[in-house]
């Protein structure tokens, strides 16, 4: 059997099972490189070779576990993000490449500032708390989470990607009574409604509810970390938060209801308002 018909026989497994054709035969190749430890380029010029038996014996577990709607970020272990690749597994909740767009309104609400002092409220994996730290090398941070098993994998992170010596992490809900005053507060809280459970994806289900759901409105987390964003803001900061579809009339409303002075949301690809900018300024 050539690597290729392997990889097709699992997807068409994972299509049975309910998952989209097309994210069934990436999935597949995506457990299959894994298992070989090769890159796209890798695959496109071998996968007419041989399926090697050990790629046989060690891929079928993995493809049992997605057929059973594991997330491939599980499986794998790991999920890229913002071009760097972050230990995952259960109990965090998986980086979406939507919220890469926090990342990059946060460098430029950081641009010209000298050492700047970086809160990441509900951390998860760290995932922007350590991008942060490692394309801002004069930044500090402090990174709070309600949950130890995210602390836990953030912690991780930061160690993997050296910056650990540059975050303090604090096991806390919202800004967590951090210390002294912040150039900048990013967030990617929750915002699912609690009524909305049975509508996600069985793999999204897999993550931890504390990471998705805030209320009947799915608001909950934004009107805490509004509110207790501006209270640790220096008078010239910013708060940059990820929020849901649909959200954005509301959460701006709630964010200049907090105090904000200037606020604004960006767009993601798929043209959602995806990201509020609130700076703190009259």
């Given at each position: 059997?050539?690597?290729?018909?392997?990889a097709a026989a699992a997807a068409g497994r994972f299509a049975a099972a309910g998952i989209p054709e097309a994210e069934a035969s990436l999935d597949a190749e995506l457990l299959l490189r894994h298992v070989l430890d090769w890159d796209r380029a890798a695959?496109?010029?071998?996968?007419?070779?041989?399926?090697?038996?050990?790629?046989?014996?060690?891929?079928?577990?993995?493809?049992?576990?997605?057929?059973?709607?594991?997330?491939?970020?599980?499986?794998?272990?790991?999920?890229?993000?913002?071009?760097?690749?972050?230990?995952?597994?259960?109990?965090?909740?998986?980086?979406?490449?939507?919220?890469?767009?926090?990342?990059?309104?946060?460098?430029?609400?950081?641009?010209?500032?000298?050492?700047?002092?970086?809160?990441?409220?509900?951390?998860?994996?760290?995932?922007?708390?350590?991008?942060?730290?490692?394309?801002?090398?004069?930044?500090?941070?402090?990174?709070?989470?309600?949950?130890?098993?995210?602390?836990?994998?953030?912690?991780?992170?930061?160690?993997?990607?050296?910056?650990?010596?540059?975050?303090?992490?604090?096991?806390?809900?919202?800004?967590?009574?951090?210390?002294?005053?912040?150039?900048?507060?990013?967030?990617?809280?929750?915002?699912?409604?609690?009524?909305?459970?049975?509508?996600?994806?069985?793999?999204?289900?897999?993550?931890?509810?504390?990471?998705?759901?805030?209320?009947?409105?799915?608001?909950?987390?934004?009107?805490?970390?509004?509110?207790?964003?501006?209270?640790?803001?220096?008078?010239?900061?910013?708060?940059?938060?990820?929020?849901?579809?649909?959200?954005?009339?509301?959460?701006?409303?709630?964010?200049?209801?907090?105090?904000?002075?200037?606020?604004?949301?960006?767009?993601?690809?798929?043209?959602?308002?995806?990201?509020?900018?609130?700076?703190?300024?009259?």
């Amino acid at each position: 059997m050539r690597l290729r018909d392997l990889a097709a026989a699992a997807a068409g497994r994972f299509a049975a099972a309910g998952i989209p054709e097309a994210e069934a035969s990436l999935d597949a190749e995506l457990l299959l490189r894994h298992v070989l430890d090769w890159d796209r380029a890798a695959w496109l010029t071998r996968r007419d070779e041989p399926a090697p038996a050990f790629a046989v014996e060690a891929f079928a577990p993995l493809a049992r576990r997605r057929e059973g709607r594991e997330p491939v970020a599980y499986i794998r272990g790991r999920q890229e993000f913002y071009g760097r690749e972050f230990l995952v597994g259960a109990g965090v909740l998986i980086p979406r490449p939507e919220t890469e767009l926090v990342v990059e309104a946060a460098l430029q609400a950081l641009a010209g500032r000298v050492a700047p002092r970086v809160l990441d409220v509900g951390t998860g994996s760290g995932c922007l708390a350590v991008t942060l730290a490692l394309e801002r090398r004069d930044a500090e941070a402090t990174a709070t989470d309600v949950s130890a098993d995210a602390l836990a994998w953030a912690r991780r992170n930061a160690e993997r990607h050296g910056v650990a010596a540059r975050i303090a992490w604090r096991h806390a809900p919202g800004t967590g009574g951090a210390a002294g005053w912040f150039d900048l507060v990013v967030s990617n809280p929750p915002y699912v409604r609690s009524g909305d459970g049975e509508t996600l994806a069985p793999e999204v289900r897999r993550e931890p509810d504390v990471a998705l759901f805030a209320g009947h409105d799915g608001l909950d987390a934004v009107r805490a970390i509004a509110g207790a964003s501006y209270d640790v803001l220096q008078a010239d900061g910013t708060l940059v938060m990820e929020i849901g579809a649909g959200q954005s009339a509301e959460a701006q409303a709630i964010v200049r209801a907090a105090g904000f002075g200037e606020v604004s949301v960006r767009d993601d690809l798929q043209a959602i308002p995806r990201v509020v900018v609130a700076a703190k300024r009259s």
